[in-house]
Structure formats: C-alpha cells, structure tokens
C-alpha cells in the first residue's frame, strides 16, 4: 500500500466471501486508479474517520436516525477544485484521493457533488464493525499513512460481485496482490494496537515490597481499554525458560503486599519463587467502563493485553498454561514462555515515568 499497490480486503467465509479492492488514498496513481476501476464495481469510494469528514465538512447523506444500523455511512460525493478536469477519469479520482487524504486540505478544496462517495467510518474501526470500509482505514493508519482509503467492490467478468475463497484467492494470485482478512485485523488490533502505538504502553517501574525481597515493578496503560496493570518481575537468566504468574484483580487492592488478602497463600508461594529467581507475576485489573463495542472481544482483549507485555518484556512466545481456564483469569495460573530477552532490561527499566500518578486497584 505504501508503494501505492492495491490490496484485497477480504470479509466473510467460504462461498460467501468477498473483497473490496483498497488503495492508500495518499499514494493513489492514475495508473492503479484505471486498475480499480476495470476490475471493480467502478464505484469508488474513500473511507475515512468520521473526525477527517466532520474537518472536510462532508455531511452524511441519510440521517443516522433515518439510515439503518447496518447500512454504510456514505458522505456527499465530491471531486477536488483544482487540477481536475470532468472528475471522472481516473487521473482526476486519483487527484481528488490526494486531496482527502492532504493534512492540508479543507472543505474549499473540494467541489459537491462529484465523483468520488466518502464513506464515514466508526469510531472503533474493525473492532466495532467489521467491515471493509473500516479495514482499509486501519490499514493505511497501521502503514503509516493518512487514514483515507479509494475502495471499490471486486467483481468477475460479468459484473456480477465475486464471491467464495477460492476465486478471490485465485483473482489474488493471477495479479500478484496480497489479500488482508478482515477478522485477522481485528486480531491484529486485539494483540498489537493501532499502528500508532502498541497495545501497552510502558509508564513507569519502580521497586516494591520489604527491603529483604525488593522486585521490579513495571506499570503498563492499555492503549486500547485505558486500563493499568503490572508485572512484578524477578532476576531473569540468560538461556533460561521463566515462568510467569498471571493473576486477576483482587478486591483488597494490590494482593503481592496486602497481608489481610485471602489470596495470600497463593501469591506467597509465588513471591518465593520469585525472590529465588526468575519469575514474573502479571497482575490484570478489571476493565471498568469498557466501551460496548469490546464487550465481544473480552477474552481477546485480556489474551491480547498479556501477550503485549510478555513481548514488552522481552517474552514473545508463550508455549504452555497450566490452567485449561486460564484466560478467564479467574484465579492464578502458569504460564511457561519460551526465549527470554535479557535487552527487556534496557527497554522495560530505562527510566521511564508516568506523567499520572500510580494506579490504583
């Protein structure tokens, strides 16, 4: 996409499937525009966030109390002012890509009605609809890029919509294009965060406990829920294989050093292992406030926010739980991971501070 090559987003399964033909509004060309247009629909659209809409002043044409739930948001149709001619051809689609995806546009520099149909995306991209049009937005964000898309329909011969996995794959491979699944940049999403940021964000580290068995602390902000969690980590060896601890919240606060917590027999157990050597104990709290469009992805979200602060620390592959229920986080578990790296010392303890204050559980 950066190179300004089209990619197949794909939705659905089996014979159902289809795919939306998606170009990175900012490097469209005249060339791969007159491409979309002979294999597609011809109806180009260009997603984007709704914030990008609202700057480019492009209403949407229904009401969202007159338009139903699933149907897509379109905007007012539009061509760019300037260094078009009719606005149809693909060299002028191409221009008026550009302009949506210019920081520097504003509404002057486009002229209503034209042709090219915005398409108003939802606030949570693919996590809240997973639909192509929010998929070629979180695309061209994850590349590094204006998140305004040019997308249109695949269809065979006929006109008709292309449909099932083998003839998508195979249009794929004729063409050389790389196919993106929907439900994998939801995955994506889940486990890596936006693009911009991953999904946790280290904001402090600190020592903690009694002096006679003092461990690091690293206090991690989901990027994607705003929630704050830690892990409590011993000495890690070079070539060894640690295991870690993941605990869910408990309701006396912090229960490494709250001695009134009925978890304490567990959490000492752990805290022994620990002082003898490696050792992490993750610690999750509760999402409060979550925002309804994750309320499906809750085991995700947690399977996803404990492998992004394995990564951060320098633990990438997790090749064993002692829990079958693990990832309910409903009391303690292990977790074996494989290839420690010993440079998490640098990334995770390099001095960082929160700009908040400590989080409380």
């Not at 000492?268 to 992490?280: E, F, M, T, V």
Request: glycine share 10%; proline share 4%; with cysteine.
């Amino acid at each position: 996409m950066f190179d300004g090559r089209p990619v197949l987003v794909a939705n659905g399964t089996g014979t159902r499937l289809t795919a939306e033909v998606v170009i990175a509004g900012e490097r469209a060309t005249p060339h791969w525009t007159a491409w979309l247009v002979r294999f597609s629909s011809g109806l180009l659209c260009a997603p984007m966030t709704t914030w990008r809409a609202e700057q480019l002043n492009l209403p949407a044409m229904v009401d969202d109390d007159e338009r139903g739930s699933q149907s897509v948001p379109f905007g007012v149709a539009v061509d760019a002012a300037r260094g078009v001619t009719t606005g149809i051809s693909a060299a002028d689609r191409a221009r008026t890509a550009h302009v949506l995806a210019s920081a520097e546009s504003g509404p002057d520099d486009l002229v209503r009605p034209g042709h090219v149909l915005p398409i108003r995306t939802t606030h949570g991209g693919v996590l809240q609809s997973a639909r192509g049009s929010e998929a070629a937005v979180e695309l061209c964000a994850i590349g590094g890029m204006q998140p305004v898309a040019l997308m249109a329909a695949l269809v065979d011969d006929d006109g008709e919509v292309l449909r099932g996995r083998d003839n998508v794959a195979a249009f794929a491979d004729v063409h050389g294009l790389e196919t993106v699944l929907v439900e994998d940049l939801v995955h994506y999403r889940l486990f890596h965060g936006d693009g911009r940021c991953g999904r946790m964000r280290v904001v402090r580290t600190r020592e903690v406990g009694p002096a006679t068995a003092r461990v690091h602390a690293v206090d991690f902000e989901d990027q994607l829920t705003g929630g704050w969690h830690t892990a409590y980590v011993g000495s890690l060896t070079d070539g060894s294989t640690p295991t870690v601890y993941v605990l869910g919240e408990c309701s006396h606060g912090e229960p490494m050093f709250t001695p009134e917590c009925t978890c304490d027999v567990e959490i000492q157990a752990c805290r022994q292992r620990l002082a003898a050597g490696d050792g992490i104990i993750v610690y999750l709290r509760r999402d409060r406030g979550l925002a309804s469009h994750l309320d499906a992805h809750q085991d995700q979200i947690t399977r996803g926010r404990l492998a992004s602060i394995l990564a951060q620390l320098g633990l990438p592959r997790v090749i064993r739980g002692t829990s079958s229920s693990a990832h309910h986080l409903s009391g303690m578990c292990d977790v074996t991971v494989a290839s420690p790296k010993k440079e998490y010392a640098s990334r995770a303890f390099a001095g960082r501070s929160a700009a908040a204050a400590a989080p409380t559980a």
